[in-house]
């Protein structure tokens, strides 16, 4: 069992039902000690407190059905990495099916004193290099700072993190052509109300990678006691060539290390990134319990059963992705994509009227992922480059470091 879970705590539920269920009751039964329910449109179901938003859930079971339970269904979302089929079929009283969704990633640092350590238990020699190569350049081409806001964080300073968060997921998902439920109006309304009262109980963190006082990473992660859950993660694309998702990770296991966190969780669903560096793979399960007896019971368990038997078939299939990419489409116009070349940097360019821009402004923001690849292959740092827009007319630049420079042209 997870000790004091975050998705079960008082807090979570009261802001999930606040936003999805405002004139629902939310009901207990003795079956599932730590867990509550709220019947669904279908008389008979009830569903999990939080349903599919969260990132994993267990509870303690008395497979007694008593007269609470009678005649009726129980949907359980996310439970992590087991099945109760021996403790639901000692007891005749409730059946219990349990129905693969998504895999599960954790890193288990119990056996692990520092990040050096573990990625010398995880990593090749040459893999270990490229991560260290593209960290210690991050650090040198930019003013980096990591902070893990946990416990205390201004009102002022959350609501500035969440909004360029949702910034960042909204580019980064913009790039992928997919959707992303996160971004959801309701869904990321509950995420931002529910994210700093359990970062004031300790039961939630946002640990945030900046370069000077801009936020250019942000993970939104839920505490149990031992256990890190990551939730939400984004990283700034411009920054793409550093392979910063990669070096937010090694940040978050060095923070796990050092204040004695066991366990880091990247939760459901399937990612690259997640099989290179976790150590321990699980499953996901939705769990259907259901009165024995009662056929109606029987009837809507079954149904359900089949229901999320195709879902998973279909997500095996890869017909999820399609979907998303599919929804996408619309709902946005199709990027246009700006590809660009070097020039040559000559005395005919310098000639030409130069003028500085500010690729931070909105029109030259296309610029960024540019001038980051420019520091990363040359290494020079951000506070020395130069940009500058050459003639009046011409999609030509020129990016001037202190030792290196050269001239960009765009072509839209």
Request: net charge positive; proline share 2%; with cysteine.
């Amino acid at each position: 069992m997870i000790k004091s879970n975050p998705f079960t705590s008082t807090t979570f539920v009261s802001f999930w039902s606040r936003h999805f269920l405002p004139d629902k009751k939310i009901h207990t039964f003795n079956f599932a000690k730590n867990l509550s329910f709220y019947q669904s449109k279908i008389p008979g179901l009830y569903i999990n407190s939080g349903k599919n938003l969260t990132k994993g859930l267990d509870y303690e079971l008395d497979s007694h059905c008593g007269k609470k339970e009678k005649g009726k269904t129980f949907l359980v979302y996310d439970v992590m990495g087991y099945s109760r089929k021996e403790e639901v079929t000692s007891n005749g009283t409730m059946g219990l099916y349990s129905v693969k969704q998504y895999p599960g990633f954790l890193i288990e640092l119990e056996a692990y004193g520092t990040l050096g350590d573990y990625m010398s238990k995880t990593f090749k020699k040459s893999s270990r290099y490229k991560l260290r190569k593209y960290k210690k350049r991050l650090e040198e081409c930019f003013e980096i700072s990591f902070k893990a806001h946990y416990g205390e964080m201004s009102e002022t300073e959350f609501n500035s993190t969440f909004d360029q968060f949702k910034l960042l997921l909204e580019k980064r998902f913009a790039e992928k052509q997919i959707s992303n439920n996160n971004l959801d109006y309701q869904e990321w309304n509950f995420y931002k109300d529910v994210a700093y009262p359990m970062i004031l109980q300790k039961k939630a963190a946002l640990f945030v990678l900046y370069n000077n006082n801009e936020p250019i990473s942000i993970t939104l992660a839920y505490l149990s006691e031992k256990r890190v859950f990551d939730a939400i993660t984004v990283f700034d694309t411009d920054y793409a060539k550093f392979h910063l998702g990669s070096i937010k990770i090694m940040y978050l296991i060095e923070w796990c290390l050092k204040n004695n966190w066991p366990v880091l969780d990247f939760s459901k669903g399937y990612f690259d990134y997640k099989t290179r560096w976790s150590n321990k793979k699980f499953d996901f399960h939705y769990h259907i319990l259901y009165d024995k007896k009662s056929p109606k019971a029987q009837l809507i368990s079954f149904a359900l059963k089949s229901f999320f038997e195709l879902k998973q078939y279909l997500r095996e299939k890869k017909l999820n992705e399609s979907l998303h990419r599919f929804t996408y489409s619309l709902k946005n116009k199709k990027k246009e994509s700006i590809n660009y070349s070097y020039v040559e940097w000559d005395d005919q360019h310098t000639s030409k009227n130069k003028q500085v821009i500010d690729i931070n402004a909105a029109e030259f923001t296309v610029l960024k992922n540019i001038c980051y690849d420019f520091l990363y292959l040359n290494q020079e740092k951000e506070k020395n480059l130069k940009v500058f827009k050459v003639g009046e007319t011409t999609n030509l630049f020129l990016l001037e470091g202190l030792d290196t420079k050269t001239g960009v042209k765009l072509t839209i």
